[in-house]
């Protein structure tokens, strides 16, 4: 079975709709074959009837009469007709042997004449009346020496002499062909009757299921930071789930300013202390690096606590923030000559807060200055509801064997100059909870290109 709900109905509906055209493909043919073959019986039966009018009530045989009625009795080539009686058998000579479902006799609910009895002056009975009545004709079935299938009406009739065996037989193929005839405009109407049911179907499932892409799409939409709750004016057998849906966001926005206020508080609480020993130790070069460490550690830590995972989300415009970003760091490293450009469409956002977007981009587009020898390039590009943020320098770049390691936290590559490790760590760790990933590769020309994934927001002013 296909693994999605649309694949699965289509296989459903495909096996019962052919099911159900076989079925009604077998019942039309077998009731048009009981329509045939009855009126295949009428005409044996009349031709019985006229056989019958041509024996007297002594069993004798008007030959005469049947030679008059010839054209009637064999119609076609391959009927046949036989008489058998006290004088022997008269008919078709190449008539086949023959399977009666019934042995003949008198029609059903009918009882066999009683043997004739002498009255009571020991006088023989007299003969029964002339023109013995035809009584329930059955059917029967043959098959000639060459193989041909014949179908027979078969009766007996009581006479002086005893019973008189009628019997009438035509070609299957009497009821076969017109069978063959009909299919062909059957067949082709069961198959017009199939195309309208899978179309049927197949419109019956775009707009079933296009409630469960609406609502799809509304989950999407809050993953993305353009709806805060989805619509639960749904069917009701998607009502429940949209309720659901709505608790869980409510749930997730009341966990998030839970973890904002404590990651304010907490910043609130530490900010003073670290700066009062980072100016303590100004003069102690060893103990300030420490203090810096533990100052790039909170900073870490709380930009993990900020990130709404999973619960909506702000959008923010993607080139003001860059823009701004671009002009701070050009600013820190304008000693070294070092050039920014950024190549960025105006109109795209991406679902996260400005803060977080800064976290991100700032620590990336900080190390590549801090690495390049002459420039940094930005770059970005859209993959469906993702942008892809790509960050290059002419540096020296990082080793292969090396790139996984420079996204820990704390792991320094290069033990130069400032910096603490946290930078690559931190831009990963954002990016991975706002449902992206940082790549690292080697920019063309040498150096290192930064690229990270992040969630694409709604067009912003």
Same mark, same amino acid.
């Given at each position: 079975?296909?693994?999605?709900?649309?694949?699965?109905?289509?296989?459903?509906?495909?096996?019962?709709?052919?099911?159900?055209?076989?079925?009604?493909?077998?019942?039309?043919?077998?009731?048009?074959?009981?329509?045939?073959?009855?009126?295949?019986?009428?005409?044996?039966?009349?031709?019985?009837?006229?056989?019958?009018?041509?024996?007297?009530?002594?069993?004798?045989?008007?030959?005469?009469?049947?030679?008059?009625?010839?054209?009637?009795?064999?119609?076609?080539?391959?009927?046949?007709?036989?008489?058998?009686?006290?004088?022997?058998?008269?008919?078709?000579?190449?008539?086949?042997?023959?399977?009666?479902?019934?042995?003949?006799?008198?029609?059903?609910?009918?009882?066999?004449?009683?043997?004739?009895?002498?009255?009571?002056?020991?006088?023989?009975?007299?003969?029964?009346?002339?023109?013995?009545?035809?009584?329930?004709?059955?059917?029967?079935?043959?098959?000639?020496?060459?193989?041909?299938?014949?179908?027979?009406?078969?009766?007996?009739?009581?006479?002086?002499?005893?019973?008189?065996?009628?019997?009438?037989?035509?070609?299957?193929?009497?009821?076969?062909?017109?069978?063959?005839?009909?299919?062909?405009?059957?067949?082709?109407?069961?198959?017009?009757?199939?195309?309208?049911?899978?179309?049927?179907?197949?419109?019956?499932?775009?707009?079933?299921?296009?409630?469960?892409?609406?609502?799809?799409?509304?989950?999407?939409?809050?993953?993305?930071?353009?709806?805060?709750?989805?619509?639960?004016?749904?069917? *009701?057998?998607? =009502?429940?789930? #949209?309720?659901?849906?709505? !608790?869980?966001? %409510? &749930?997730?926005?009341?966990? @998030? +300013?839970? $973890?904002?206020?404590?990651?304010?508080?907490?910043?609130?609480?530490?900010?003073?202390?670290?700066?009062?020993?980072?100016?303590?130790?100004?003069?102690?070069?060893?103990?300030?690096?420490?203090?810096?460490?533990?100052?790039?550690?909170?900073?870490?830590?709380?930009?993990?606590?900020?990130?709404?995972?999973?619960?909506?989300?702000?959008?923010?415009?993607?080139?003001?923030?860059?823009?701004?970003?671009?002009? *701070?760091?050009? =600013?820190?490293? #304008?000693?070294?000559?070092? !050039?920014?450009? %950024? &190549?960025?469409?105006?109109? @795209? +956002?991406? $679902?996260?807060?400005?803060?977080?977007?800064?976290?991100?981009?700032?620590?990336?587009?900080?190390?590549?200055?801090?690495?390049?020898?002459?420039?940094?390039?930005?770059?970005?590009?859209?993959?469906?509801?993702?942008?892809?943020?790509?960050?290059?320098?002419?540096?020296?770049?990082?080793?292969?064997?090396?790139?996984?390691?420079?996204?820990?936290?704390?792991?320094?590559?290069?033990?130069?100059?400032?910096?603490?490790?946290?930078?690559?760590?931190?831009?990963?760790?954002? !990016?991975?909870?706002?449902?992206?990933?940082?790549? @690292?590769?080697? $920019?063309?020309?040498?150096?290192?290109?930064?690229?990270?994934?992040?969630?694409?927001?709604?067009?912003?002013?």
């Amino acid at each position: 079975m296909p693994r999605s709900i649309h694949g699965r109905m289509i296989v459903i509906s495909g096996t019962a709709i052919l099911a159900a055209l076989l079925i009604a493909g077998w019942a039309l043919t077998s009731a048009l074959e009981g329509i045939v073959t009855r009126g295949l019986d009428q005409r044996l039966d009349s031709e019985i009837a006229v056989l019958a009018a041509a024996i007297g009530p002594d069993g004798r045989v008007d030959r005469a009469r049947i030679a008059d009625r010839r054209g009637l009795l064999q119609p076609e080539p391959g009927w046949r007709w036989r008489i058998m009686g006290p004088d022997g058998t008269l008919g078709s000579g190449d008539f086949p042997p023959l399977v009666t479902p019934h042995p003949p006799g008198p029609g059903p609910g009918s009882s066999p004449d009683p043997a004739p009895h002498p009255d009571e002056a020991g006088r023989p009975p007299a003969p029964p009346p002339p023109g013995p009545a035809i009584q329930g004709p059955r059917p029967a079935e043959g098959r000639t020496e060459q193989g041909v299938r014949v179908h027979a009406r078969q009766i007996a009739i009581p006479s002086s002499r005893g019973l008189m065996t009628i019997t009438a037989a035509a070609p299957r193929a009497v009821v076969a062909q017109p069978i063959r005839a009909a299919l062909v405009p059957l067949l082709a109407m069961l198959a017009g009757l199939g195309v309208l049911l899978a179309a049927t179907s197949l419109i019956q499932l775009r707009l079933g299921l296009r409630p469960l892409r609406r609502l799809r799409d509304q989950v999407a939409a809050i993953r993305g930071g353009t709806l805060s709750q989805v619509d639960e004016d749904q069917p *009701a057998e998607l =009502r429940p789930l #949209a309720v659901e849906l709505n !608790a869980m966001a %409510a &749930d997730s926005e009341r966990a @998030l +300013a839970t $973890a904002r206020a404590s990651a304010a508080n907490l910043a609130h609480a530490l900010k003073t202390p670290v700066a009062t020993l980072a100016l303590d130790l100004a003069g102690d070069p060893p103990r300030a690096a420490q203090v810096a460490r533990i100052d790039a550690t909170i900073r870490h830590h709380l930009a993990r606590a900020r990130v709404q995972n999973g619960a909506v989300r702000a959008a923010t415009a993607l080139a003001p923030a860059i823009h701004d970003l671009t002009h *701070a760091i050009g =600013r820190l490293h #304008a000693d070294r000559g070092i !050039a920014l450009s %950024a &190549d960025l469409p105006d109109d @795209l +956002a991406v $679902a996260m807060d400005a803060q977080d977007l800064d976290e991100v981009a700032g620590n990336l587009i900080d190390n590549a200055a801090r690495h390049a020898r002459t420039r940094v390039m930005i770059a970005v590009r859209t993959e469906e509801r993702q942008i892809r943020l790509t960050v290059s320098d002419d540096g020296p770049g990082i080793a292969e064997a090396d790139r996984i390691r420079a996204t820990q936290a704390g792991a320094r590559l290069d033990e130069r100059g400032d910096g603490h490790g946290f930078g690559l760590s931190i831009a990963r760790e954002l !990016a991975e909870l706002h449902g992206g990933r940082l790549l @690292l590769d080697e $920019a063309a020309g040498g150096g290192l290109a930064a690229t990270v994934l992040l969630p694409r927001a709604a067009r912003t002013a």
